[in-house]
C-alpha cells in the first residue's frame, strides 16, 4: 500500500507511528505495545529483549508478547464472534461492541500475522487493519 493511502485517517483507523526513525518494518508487536502502555518504543524492546532472554523467545513470538501484556496488567479476552458464531473484523467489533471499550487500551491479534493497538475506540497504528479478523485481545 503505497504511504500516501496508509496515513489517511478514517473513523475506524488513525495512523500512528511510534518507532523513533520513523520505520515502517516488521515492528507490529513493538509499536501496539508502546502504544497500549502509554510507554516509549526502545523500552518496550528493552522489557520484551529482557523477558525473551529469560523465555529463550523472539520478541514477536506469539508465546511471548502474551506473558509481557499479563505482567502489565492486561487481561487476555476471547475472539470475538458474531451470533452466528462467525468471526469478526476489527471494524465489525468497533460498530458492535467496541464503544464498551472506548476508555481501555488495547492490543489485539488481527489477520494472520499483524499485531495492533486499538485506542480511543481507533486502530492505531501504521496502516489500517480495521477490515482485517480480529482474533485474541488484550485490554487493560
Request: charged letters at 25%.
Given at each position: 500500500?503505497?504511504?500516501?493511502?496508509?496515513?489517511?485517517?478514517?473513523?475506524?483507523?488513525?495512523?500512528?507511528?511510534?518507532?523513533?526513525?520513523?520505520?515502517?518494518?516488521?515492528?507490529?508487536?513493538?509499536?501496539?505495545?508502546?502504544?497500549?502502555?502509554?510507554?516509549?518504543?526502545?523500552?518496550?524492546?528493552?522489557?520484551?529483549?529482557?523477558?525473551?532472554?529469560?523465555?529463550?523467545?523472539?520478541?514477536n513470538?506469539?508465546?511471548?508478547?502474551?506473558?509481557y501484556?499479563?505482567?502489565?496488567?492486561?487481561?487476555?479476552?476471547?475472539?470475538p464472534?458474531?451470533?452466528?458464531?462467525?468471526?469478526?473484523?476489527?471494524?465489525?467489533?468497533?460498530?458492535?461492541?467496541?464503544s464498551?471499550?472506548?476508555?481501555?487500551?488495547?492490543?489485539?491479534?488481527?489477520?494472520?500475522?499483524?499485531?495492533?493497538?486499538?485506542?480511543?475506540?481507533r486502530?492505531?497504528?501504521?496502516?489500517n487493519?480495521?477490515?482485517?479478523?480480529m482474533h485474541k485481545?488484550?485490554?487493560?
Amino acid at each position: 500500500m503505497k504511504k500516501s493511502l496508509r496515513i489517511i485517517d478514517t473513523m475506524w483507523y488513525r495512523y500512528v507511528n511510534v518507532n523513533p526513525k520513523g520505520k515502517h518494518g516488521a515492528d507490529c508487536v513493538i509499536r501496539a505495545i508502546a502504544l497500549a502502555c502509554d510507554q516509549s518504543w526502545e523500552q518496550t524492546v528493552r522489557e520484551l529483549t529482557e523477558l525473551g532472554i529469560k523465555k529463550g523467545l523472539l520478541l514477536n513470538d506469539r508465546k511471548l508478547y502474551p506473558s509481557y501484556l499479563k505482567m502489565k496488567g492486561f487481561r487476555q479476552m476471547s475472539e470475538p464472534r458474531k451470533r452466528d458464531n462467525a468471526k469478526m473484523s476489527v471494524q465489525e467489533w468497533l460498530e458492535y461492541d467496541g464503544s464498551e471499550w472506548n476508555m481501555f487500551k488495547i492490543v489485539a491479534n488481527v489477520g494472520s500475522h499483524h499485531v495492533t493497538a486499538i485506542v480511543g475506540n481507533r486502530v492505531n497504528d501504521i496502516w489500517n487493519c480495521s477490515s482485517n479478523t480480529m482474533h485474541k485481545w488484550w485490554v487493560k
